[in-house]
Every structure is written in structure tokens, then in C-alpha cells.
């Protein structure tokens, strides 16, 4: 590997067919003065995702450097094994079925982070797009400057892994636990974070798609199943930083709680509705309480 890569691409993908060509020529598309590598992780895909990132390294053998797994591992051991094969100075992250939009994204965020040694990361705003209702809305709208552990803790999930690139080297391994959950881009904010604060800058440069495929999707029995594992995540959480941000997470859990209990209400499952707002927010219990009974 040539010691000239400034920036690694990390980049997961399982069934992306669909998206995959939009993802890569977003990165193609970058105006850089930069040498840069693209790492795909592909978690044995059973359409045609494994036959375009082969014609594409074809074509760009210098810069992809596919990954193309014999089994599926997983997405925990695909992104962990995926993130230690990135040699470059940074990594900056996009998923399969997402892509970028600003075409000098990737020089701006490495300008800021080459002067700014203090900042271990930034991330951007993104135009987030669910398929299934058609809903486009922008995330991050409101955030402050600065990102570290207590926001993250007590926010959650608000960092759009296609914003982000960070330095690499931060940390050697991931813990035992991360091998367990699907929220895995949630506890690498969180290593990151570790080791310094995260820069927020104010622009929309990717978009991030909620569909039937994404492994956030299915707003009932999926959703229910994914905010249990952040709960149970969570907890993991706050024995790894030794209870130092117990009430942060407390926090978290509850707003977790509400949402499982929006997706129990919307399956017309009043008592677990009930008993997850009892566990998260008493007054939004109340209010579901009573559009429940009328």
C-alpha cells in the first residue's frame, strides 16, 4: 500500500445493486488534491452488488480495493475488519445504499481536520430520504459546534455516517460487546469521541437513505427489535466508561423507551405501549393513553 493515501474510503455493502453505482461515482466525483483509497466490505451480497464493485475495480484498480467475503460475517465483524484494512491518515465513511452530494466535501472536511490537530473528526448535515413514505428531511439542524462523549451519550443517534471522516488509528480493537449489536456506527462515535471532541460543520453534504433493505427499517417489528438492542448497547456502554456518564445514557434509554412504545401504538398494542412509556416518559404515556381510548 502506497504511504502516499491520505483518505480511506470505508465503505459496507450487502445487496446494494440498486445504489451502489450513485454511492462510488459520489466519491469519484470528489474535487481533491489527495490521494485517496476505497475499502468495500462485502458481506457475501446475493444480487449483483459483488459483480459491479468487481467491474468497478477493474476500472479503478489503483483507488478500490474490494473485500469480497467467502461467508456472511455479519455486519459487526465486516465493519470492524473493513475499518482495519483502511491504511490512509483519515477515514471517511459511506454506506453502500447512500452517497454524497457536494463534490468538494471530502477536501473540506481534510482541510479542516490537517488544522486542526486538537479535533479528532467532523461530520456534516445530510438530507435524510425514507422510500417507504417519501418523507425528506434534514438532520443535525440544530446542533452545537462541538461534538464529545455527553452529547453523544444523552443525544444518540445523530450522526449520519456518511458525514463523518475522522483520523484513523484512534484505537487497535473493538470490545467483545460490539460484536453483539447492530449499532454499530453508534459505538464508533463513541471511540472516536474518546479521544477528543467532533467538529460540526453546518453544511449539507450526503444523503442518507431510509429503505426496506436498511437495517433500521420496518417501523414496527424491526424498529422495536433495533431500539432494544441500543438499550441493551447502552448499558454496555456505561460499564465501558466506568458509570461516568450514567445520567446521560438514563436519559437516552428513556427517549428509547418512547420511541418502542410509538412502535407498539402503531400496532395497535395499547399494553406494551403503555408499559414502554412507563419505563420512558410518563406525560407522553398519558397523551398515547388517551388517543388510545378515543
Not at 454506506?95 to 479542516?112: A, R, V
Request: proline letters at 2%.
Amino acid at each position: 500500500m502506497s504511504n502516499n493515501i491520505l483518505v480511506s474510503i470505508w465503505m459496507l455493502t450487502y445487496n446494494h445493486e440498486q445504489y451502489l453505482e450513485q454511492a462510488l461515482e459520489s466519491i469519484l466525483m470528489q474535487k481533491r488534491d489527495f490521494d485517496l483509497e476505497i475499502v468495500i466490505g462485502d458481506d457475501l451480497s446475493t444480487d449483483n452488488t459483488r459483480n459491479l464493485i468487481r467491474s468497478y475495480a477493474e476500472r479503478y484498480p489503483k483507488i478500490i480495493k474490494p473485500i469480497l467475503r467467502d461467508v456472511n460475517i455479519g455486519i459487526a465483524k465486516n465493519f470492524a475488519d473493513t475499518w482495519f484494512n483502511c491504511k490512509g491518515k483519515y477515514i471517511a465513511l459511506l454506506e453502500g445504499d447512500d452517497y454524497w452530494t457536494d463534490s468538494k466535501k471530502l477536501q473540506k472536511q481534510i482541510n479542516f481536520l490537517e488544522a486542526n490537530p486538537e479535533y479528532t473528526a467532523c461530520y456534516t448535515k445530510a438530507k435524510e430520504i425514507n422510500e417507504l413514505t417519501n418523507r425528506v428531511k434534514i438532520t443535525n439542524e440544530d446542533d452545537n459546534d462541538a461534538t464529545g462523549l455527553k452529547e453523544l451519550l444523552s443525544g444518540g443517534w445523530f450522526m449520519r455516517t456518511g458525514s463523518i471522516v475522522a483520523r484513523n488509528n484512534l484505537f487497535d480493537e473493538f470490545p467483545d460487546f460490539f460484536y453483539r449489536y447492530g449499532s454499530t456506527d453508534f459505538f464508533l462515535h463513541l471511540l472516536i469521541a474518546k479521544n477528543g471532541p467532533i467538529k460540526f460543520i453546518d453544511e449539507v453534504t450526503n444523503v442518507y437513505r431510509r429503505h426496506e433493505g436498511g437495517i433500521t427499517q420496518d417501523f414496527q417489528s424491526k424498529q422495536i427489535k433495533f431500539n432494544k438492542n441500543k438499550i441493551e448497547l447502552l448499558r454496555e456502554v456505561d460499564l465501558y466508561f466506568d458509570k461516568k456518564f450514567t445520567s446521560d445514557i438514563s436519559k437516552l434509554v428513556r427517549k428509547l423507551n418512547n420511541s418502542t412504545a410509538v412502535q407498539f401504538y402503531s400496532k395497535k398494542n395499547y399494553i406494551q405501549t403503555c408499559l414502554y412509556f412507563i419505563k420512558g416518559d410518563l406525560f407522553q404515556y398519558l397523551k398515547h393513553r388517551k388517543k388510545a381510548i378515543h
